[in-house]
């Protein structure tokens, strides 16, 4: 098969929104689908000596590396939305990063709870239609 670079495609597997769905699909069945709110069983240190959500610990290193102090964060265990908390004062530096603030739906989410970047598994796949209508 030829790819459209022109080379022979011999099956390499490369990220795209196929991979994507497999790998967030298999994360949600595998891991998240387990995991009971305030059991702790997906935790991962981070850099700076905390735990959080595994999938989460990436992006929490990047925010705390860049003076951004997250006090809270939980993926949503494929239940509920994600959602990444800050200290009041850092609100407006997430929002530079293009950060958009999450929807004050449910008693875990306030003023300063953001969505995450990282792509989590959609509980209810409406995931797209909040993001498209906070723009």
Partial sequence: ???EN??????YITENDELMSALLHSQS???CNKVRFGDYKC?????????VDMCLVPEI???NAQGIKTI????GHNKKYGYIQVT???CEKMEKLG???QPEKDEYCGKWCFIPKTRLPDPDKKWKEILEGTK
Avoid: A, K
């Avoid at 022109?6 to 099956?11: D, I, K, Q, V, Y």
């Avoid at 991962?44 to 000596?49: L, V």
């Avoid at 809270?72 to 993926?75: K, P, Y």
């Fill in 88 to 90: 009041p004062n850092d």
């Fill in 72 to 75: 809270g964060c939980c993926c």
């Fill in 29 to 31: 069945n595998l891991v």
């Fill in 43 to 51: 935790y991962s240190p981070t850099n700076y000596g905390f735990d």
């Fill in 61 to 63: 290193n990047s925010l």
């Fill in 99 to 101: 950060y958009i603030r």
């Fill in 1 to 3: 098969m030829i790819g």
């Fill in 6 to 11: 022109g080379r022979e495609h011999r099956g």
